[in-house]
């Protein structure tokens, strides 16, 4: 079985697959008579011509290392956006495209006090909070149109702790 170290979840280094958002470093503004620093417009949200913005609220179990890679997925008409509603590390599992297929993937473990975005496209593994209550924020694309993608690998991927 193929092996993956995570990686601590960095802006630059998760670039190519979405955003990383945070409160880090100062805020745009200051707003309710100083007392709220606005951190604005972190993402770059896309849910297509033909999509509306939707919020849901998704409970998942929690899983633990090694943890085994099987499948990926993505959604070419929207972006998706994943918000802990506590202060737990999640585990974020994405891949290049290549040629219309996952590349060999990441795996990225969150610091506990950040949320993502996935572009629009973007392979990526399902979602994998490691620690109760498991519980998310999720943005993403509302519409008609189909839009997920499964990709199965042929052999499976143990993501294993960096």
Same mark, same amino acid.
């Given at each position: 079985m193929?092996?993956?170290?995570?990686e +601590?979840?960095?802006? @630059? &280094?998760?670039?190519?697959f979405?955003?990383?958002l945070? @409160?880090?470093?100062?805020?745009d503004?200051?707003?309710?008579?100083?007392?709220?620093?606005?951190?604005?417009?972190r993402?770059?949200?896309?849910?297509?011509? &033909?999509?509306r913005?939707? =919020?849901?609220?998704?409970?998942a179990?929690?899983?633990q290392f090694?943890? !085994? +890679?099987? %499948?990926? &997925? !993505?959604?070419?008409?929207?972006?998706?956006?994943?918000?802990p %509603?506590? @202060?737990?590390?999640?585990?974020?599992?994405?891949?290049?495209?290549?040629?219309g297929t996952?590349?060999?993937?990441?795996?990225?473990?969150?610091?506990?006090?950040?949320?993502?975005? +996935?572009?629009r496209?973007?392979w990526?593994?399902?979602?994998?909070?490691?620690? &109760?209550p498991g +519980?998310?924020?999720?943005?993403?694309?509302?519409?008609?149109?189909?839009? =997920?993608?499964?990709?199965?690998?042929?052999?499976?991927?143990?993501?294993l702790?960096?």
């Amino acid at each position: 079985m193929r092996q993956i170290r995570t990686e +601590l979840l960095t802006q @630059a &280094e998760f670039a190519p697959f979405g955003d990383v958002l945070d @409160a880090t470093g100062a805020p745009d503004r200051l707003i309710n008579q100083g007392f709220c620093g606005r951190f604005h417009d972190r993402a770059r949200l896309d849910f297509g011509p &033909e999509g509306r913005a939707g =919020l849901s609220i998704f409970k998942a179990i929690p899983r633990q290392f090694p943890y !085994r +890679l099987e %499948m990926v &997925e !993505r959604h070419p008409e929207g972006s998706q956006a994943f918000v802990p %509603m506590s @202060a737990d590390p999640f585990l974020v599992i994405v891949a290049p495209d290549v040629g219309g297929t996952p590349g060999t993937p990441r795996a990225f473990v969150t610091d506990g006090e950040q949320a993502i975005n +996935l572009y629009r496209g973007t392979w990526h593994g399902v979602l994998t909070p490691l620690a &109760e209550p498991g +519980l998310f924020a999720v943005i993403d694309r509302i519409g008609t149109t189909p839009n =997920l993608e499964e990709h199965w690998f042929p052999e499976p991927y143990t993501i294993l702790p960096g």
